[in-house]
């Protein structure tokens, strides 16, 4: 018997007992096309005016690769950051029981409803040479606003909220009979939490750690006044985007648009690779 008649035939869309897959499926498409994939399509449309040759002398000039560098290096900080953080809050608001949780988890969405020049100018108020926090560091030599380690405050503010709410949930779906279990057989209490659990929230994390990273990346109000804006040094991408267009360099624009947008690709498609990775390696989906 040929190897033909074994194999089995490719179908566009699987058997299901949901109805309207068509409609669905149509509308789903159309929506994301004029959401998301028109958009950036035509941003690297009006990109591709300026060339191969243009587009690598914008994103090799000094400015745009420090801002480059200062963009996605602090966010990645903030995001892992946040990734071991936002699971410590998750643990601590789903595992334990305690007056006043129902308050700090209402706090954990504040980033969220907060509007982000708010949350700027509340941090800049704080962390500058003469506010609350400031203050006090100013005299052991640490200096927050208006440098580089201000916009990882800001940063960090803004995507917590991400790793909490994507930890959260999966957390408390988890069984405890499993973690009872691995205690039954004699794991210590370090070793079912690094054998047991942390395996299975591996993919949780690591998709808030991508929505962090991603929300950080393209955050631009909170960080323009804790910043100081200064090139070379606390000018983050965003801003440089804006500047450009307040001079009319639209192609300048663009064209660092696109770049941002062919880096937080190739970032976000790695992290789901990996992510992919760890639900077949620890068999969780």
């Known amino acids: 018997m040929s190897l033909a008649a074994h194999a089995t035939p490719f179908r566009f869309r699987q058997p299901s007992a949901l109805p309207g897959f068509g409609i669905t499926f149509g509308f789903a498409v159309t929506y994301l096309s004029l959401i998301v994939l028109i958009p950036l399509g035509v941003l690297v449309v009006q990109a591709s005016g300026l ?3 243009g587009l690598w002398q914008t994103a090799t000039s000094p400015r745009v690769l420090a801002a480059l560098r200062l963009s ?11 990734a ?5 809050v998750a643990w601590v608001l789903t595992r334990y029981a305690f007056p006043g949780r129902r308050l700090l988890d209402a706090i954990v969405d504040l980033p969220f409803a907060l509007p982000t020049a708010v949350a700027g100018i509340a941090l800049t108020a704080i962390y500058a040479p003469n506010g609350w926090i400031g203050a006090l560091l100013a005299p052991l030599g640490v200096k927050v606003a208006y440098t580089p380690l201000g916009i990882f405050v800001a940063l960090v503010f803004i995507s917590l909220p991400f790793v909490v709410r994507t930890v959260q ?11 009872e ?5 004699g794991a210590s209490r370090a070793q079912t939490v690094a054998r047991v659990i942390l395996p ?33 040094v606390s000018e983050i991408a965003p801003l440089l985007i804006v500047i450009q267009l307040e001079e009319f360099n639209y192609a300048g624009a663009t064209a660092i648009a696109t770049i941002m947008l062919a880096i937080s690709f190739v970032s976000l498609l790695a992290i789901n ?4 990775w760890s639900r077949r390696r620890f068999g969780h989906v």
């Open 72 to 82: 996605f290096g602090v966010s990645f900080a903030a995001a892992a950051v946040n």
């Open 181 to 185: 279990a691995s205690a039954t057989l």
């Open 169 to 179: 949930p999966v957390l408390a779906d988890l069984d405890r009979e499993i973690e």
């Open 273 to 276: 690779l990996i992510q992919a």
């Open 84 to 88: 071991v953080a936002g699971l410590v």
């Open 51 to 53: 060339g191969l040759e």
């Open 200 to 232: 299975a929230l591996a993919p949780a994390v690591l998709t808030g750690f991508a929505l962090a990273f991603g929300r950080a990346v393209g955050e631009y109000g909170s960080v323009i006044f804790i910043a100081g804006n200064m090139p070379f």
